[in-house]
Each structure stands twice: as C-alpha cells, then as structure tokens.
C-alpha cells in the first residue's frame, strides 16, 4: 500500500532520505476510499483496530468491518441531510465509533471537527458559531450532553444532535440505531478535491479565543512520515499513541499514517486520571510494538518497577507534545534498554522535526528536519541563526507547498496573516541547532525568560530542574521583577517521599542543584511546590496558566 505513495521507500543514508524522499500525491486524494476500503479490498481480514478499555472489554475491527461500518454511518448521516462541506462535531472520547464516524464523514466529504469531552456551553456555544456546525455527534455522558443542550438556543447552525449510548434522549437522534438501520451507502457523484477543507481543529493561543486550523484531504499523506520514518511501524505493527481524539495528536498517531502503512491501531479508552500500572499492563498483555506518549507520561511510568511487567513486544517509543528532558530519556533507557524518539510538530503541520530511526538520538533533541519542509531560524533581528543561537522556527513555502501544512485559520484572513504571509510561516517556537544539525527547543517566543539582559529557555531550566531526585515534575515561567525584568520561577511537583520534606531547606538545595548542573544564572529564584501542574487533555503542562498566576 504504501509504495503506492512514495518514490522511494528505503534510503541508504540520511544525505539519500533528505533528497529523494519525496511523496506521490493522487488527484482527489480520499483517506477513507483509498487507504481504508483498499484495505479491505486487499486484505480484508487485516486488523486495523484492536480497543479495550479499563473494564476488560476488548473489540477488535478488520479493515472489512471498518468498511462496512463507515458505509453505515455515512448512509445514517446522509439520511439526516448531512452532506459534503457540512461542519459536524465530534465529542467522542475514546469510542471506536470515533474512527467509524470520521471515515464516514471523509467518505461524504463532510469536515469533521474532533472536540474534547471537557467543553462548557460557553465553549460548545463559541465553537458552534464560529465554524457553522451543522451536527454534533456526542457520546453519552450526562454533563456533556446538558452542556450541548444548554449550547442549543445560542448556536442556530445546528441542525442535528446525535448521541452514542444505551439512552435515547430528547432532541437526539440515535447512532447505533441509526446505523443498525441504514440504507445501502451509495457513494455521492461528487465528494471532495484535494484543495476541500477535511478537518478543522480548534486549538488555544495564549490570548483570545481557539483559532480554527483547518487542513484539506492530501492531510493524512503528511503522516506518512509520523508513521513509517517517526514511529518506524510495519504492517505487523501495534501501535499505541497516548491521546484523547479532541486534539490533533490523536490523527497524527491513531488513524491516518498507521493505516497508510498497515499497522494494528491500539486504543486504551480508560477513564479519569492516567494510571502507569494499567498502562503498563495493557501494554504487556496486548503486545503493544509500539508506545507513543507526551513526555510527562513517561516521566511516570519510570518511577514505577518495570522489571515486574513483560514489555518484551516493545520494539520503539517515542515522544512529542513537549521538549523531553534528558534525565526522563536516560530512566527509560535504563530500565527498558530502549531510546525514546523525539519529534516536534504543531496543530498546524505535519512533524516538521523528527529523530529518524537512522540516526542517533541526543536526549533532549528534538531532532532534524523533515525534508518536506523548507526550514530556517530566524532571530529577533530577522537573521538566519548561526549554529548555537536561538531562532523562531519558520518553513518557506515560497519553492514548494509544504505537504500538510495548514490552509489557514478558517474564516480568519487577518489571524492567518499574522503567522504566514510572503511565504513564511511563523510556528512561534524558538529553538537553536548544534553543529550536528540537531534541533534543541527552547520555548514559545512568549515563554522565552528576560532576566538581567539574558533570554533565557524555560525547557533548559526544566531539564536541570528534572536531574534533582526529589522532582516529578516541572514549570518554569517568568515572574515580573522591577530590577531584573524577570525572575525564574519553577512550579514543583515532589515525588511522594520529598513532599513532607517541602520548605526552605529543600528549596536551597533544588536551587544549588542547578547551580551546579547548568550556568548558575539560569537557577530559579523563585520554588513553589504543588500537588499537580495545570495540563491540557493530551498531557502538555499549561505554562500560559501558570504565568496568568505569576502576573
């Protein structure tokens, strides 16, 4: 399948990946009728999903069943005169109907927009109005559905409500018996060029409300090389991403690349706060090849005994979401004999900077660059960054449209140009490179320390922070200071035999820790321990929360 899309699929070196990777693009490209049904064309007793949850239940989908699935759906939602172009939302958690709704909706030519279960009505009410949903397929979940029906009388795109679950509710139609008893699909004349608008995501700046990032269908063909040259699957592989289905990760590592190469996608829909011990568990008693998850995910299951669960079906990890700190990579290495993989992307790209599986990782590293993009640091002043000098990451488009790059912010000429005009787009993200042409995150351009003349990276800090063994985790933030501008100030969360040794002394010795670990300017003047630090859904720490307090 995936020699169908590439020129070339194995490269002799780095210098022979860099100029001849290069990926076929088909006219009216459609994920759904060309990946999955040629599946089950192909190889229809192929697995291509394999979900369990924290009861023990476990489904497993064969590309023919997923087929026959997605044929239903899109049959049930035509019914409901959902058609090509039409915004629906999807709130669906970890449901398998998430995958057989978002086929369907490829397969009609709909835009889907994948939503995380934790919106208030103020934020339904917002989404509603500014994408134009027509349809919000949402799963049973008594708070989630009040919310959406409290959304109603303020949001006059929407047309229908549907709801996945055992109860019918009023106003809702009904999915499973809606699908159970659809019509024969017939696949519409006309359902989508590549230029069409696929998916949309909404996703939060540090000021003002989500801009919406939308991507047409060539999309998924970007993650080709999430999936083959990042996560370095096969069509044996299984493949496990750590990520609720609202944000982007969730296609970036449990649909589009997997599938494109033929690996099992793993699902562990669990509920509540993330458990190490029962991820480990699932890990070993399905045979997961391979593990994907934010940083702050691995910096817990280190901490608990690996020795006691059989990872021997582990073949590669990797990790993105958030820079890795060395001394995490390091752990992990150590107990499990296997090198986390970085790489770094937006909502808005495909993985721009990847630690290919050819080349060496230098922990902490996110990596080089993905040759389908254009890349260059540019500094404060405007200048390409010299090797060791920090730049704002940006990726010309002027010789050639990066594959998966965004179109825009939907409806939002102005916002889009403040970030992509003259053919460069502007990610926002300040990094530096070393001599080896390796790519070392600093931070957000507005998360970027001003202290005493110096700009200082809160991810350095973090990563020193990290070294000291009475720290979980941590934030580093600037705090105002009329004489330096900026104080550091790094938020702690102890690990559970430190916390009833939380005080002055303990403070002192973190901040002469990083005296000594890194330059003696960089050490936090300012510890405050916590309980927890503030995250998004998919695990990224909310320094922008954080700040807000600090002010």
């Known amino acids: 399948m995936i020699e169908n899309y590439l020129k070339k699929t194995d490269f002799s070196s780095h210098k022979d990946f860099i100029e001849n990777y290069e990926i076929i693009v088909p006219q009216n490209f459609n994920f759904a009728y060309d990946i999955v049904d040629e599946w089950a064309k192909i190889d229809p007793d192929k697995r291509a999903l394999c979900w369990t949850n924290d009861t023990g239940e476990n489904i497993d989908l064969t590309f023919a069943q997923l087929k026959e699935l997605s044929n239903k759906t899109a049959s049930f939602l035509l019914s409901l005169n959902i058609k090509k172009g039409d915004m629906v939302m999807l709130i669906l958690k970890r449901s398998i109907e998430f995958w057989q709704t978002i086929i369907a909706l ?18 339904i009410i917002y989404r509603n109005n500014a994408a134009g949903v027509k349809a919000i397929i949402a799963t ?54 590549n230029d069409d608008i696929m998916i949309l995501y909404f996703t939060s700046g540090t000021t003002g409300q989500p801009k919406m990032v939308i991507h047409d269908f060539t999309y998924p063909l970007g993650h080709i090389t999430t999936a083959k040259y990042w996560h370095n699957l096969h069509e044996n592989s299984v493949h496990l991403t750590v990520a609720d289905t609202g944000w982007a990760k969730a296609v970036w590592g449990k649909l589009y690349g997997q599938w494109i190469v033929g690996a099992c996608v793993f699902v562990y829909d669990f509920e509540g706060r993330f458990i190490p011990d029962d991820m480990l568990n ?29 990872l021997s079906s582990l073949e590669y990890c990797t990790t993105a979401g958030e820079a890795l700190n060395p001394s995490v990579f390091q752990a992990f290495y150590e107990k499990t004999g296997i090198k986390m993989m970085e790489a770094f ?7 721009t900077i990847v630690t290919f599986p050819w080349i060496k990782p230098k922990p902490g590293a996110m990596g080089v660059p993905n040759p389908l993009y254009d890349m260059d640091l540019l500094t404060h002043d405007g200048r390409s960054a010299e090797d060791g000098e920090q730049g704002e990451i940006v990726f010309y488009t002027d010789k050639k449209l990066p594959l998966s790059l965004f179109k825009g912010y939907y409806k939002d000429e102005e916002l889009t140009k403040q970030v992509y005009s003259d053919n460069i787009y502007r990610t926002g993200d300040m990094a530096w490179r070393d001599e080896d042409g390796y790519y070392w995150f600093v931070g957000r351009t507005d998360d970027v320390i001003k202290s005493s003349g110096y700009r200082i990276g809160p991810f350095e800090v973090e990563s020193a922070v990290m070294t000291h063994p009475a720290v979980v985790e941590c934030a580093i933030t600037g705090v105002p200071d009329e004489i330096r501008g900026q104080l550091i100030k790094a938020t702690i969360v102890l690990a559970q035999e430190y916390k009833t040794q939380a005080g002055e002394e303990l403070v002192k010795e973190i901040q002469d820790h990083v005296k000594n670990v890194t330059a003696p300017y960089k050490y936090p003047r300012v510890i405050e321990f916590v309980d927890e630090l503030p995250k998004t859904i998919s695990g990224k720490i909310r320094r922008v929360e954080i700040r807000q307090k600090n002010n």
């Open 106 to 123: 490829h397969k009609i030519g709909a835009v889907a927009i994948p939503a995380t279960h934790l919106l208030t009505d103020k934020d």
């Open 140 to 193: 049973e979940d008594q708070s989630l559905i009040e919310h959406v029906n409290h959304a109603m009388s303020s949001s006059p795109t929407v047309q229908q409500r549907i709801v996945i679950g055992v109860n019918s509710r009023d106003g809702w139609a009904d999915f499973h018996s809606g699908v159970n008893n659809a019509t024969p699909f017939i696949k519409p004349d006309v359902v989508n060029s």
């Open 282 to 310: 699932v890990i070993s008693k399905y045979k997961v090849t391979s593990f994907c998850a934010p940083p702050t995910i691995f910096r817990f299951l280190i901490r608990e005994d690996l020795s006691k669960y059989d």
């Open 345 to 351: 992307g937006q909502t808005e790209t495909a993985p």
